[in-house]
């Protein structure tokens, strides 16, 4: 039987003896995968910026060396006498 039902005080815990409970945040929850998707975030940056950086330059158009013939002018066809 219950000591509240025989008369008896109940026994309270004392004041901090049980935390109050607190739902861990979804960081807390998944923090190392969290620190996973940062490293990987943080080398895919690093690497996009390096190729950008470190990409060849374009050479330029190389230059054109063109031979150009004179072509006669037509002239209109004389009319036969």
Do not use: D
């Not at 935390?19 to 998944?30: D, H, L, Q």
């Amino acid at each position: 039987m219950p000591r509240t039902f025989r008369g008896e005080e109940p026994r309270f815990p004392e004041s901090g003896a049980i935390e109050e409970y607190k739902a861990r945040s979804m960081i807390e929850e998944y923090r190392g995968l969290a620190i996973v998707f940062a490293i990987l975030f943080l080398a895919l940056a690093v690497y996009f910026v390096k190729s950008v950086l470190a990409a060849p330059k374009p050479k330029p158009p190389p230059t054109q060396s063109v031979y150009v013939e004179m072509v006669p002018q037509n002239t209109p066809p004389q009319p036969q006498r």
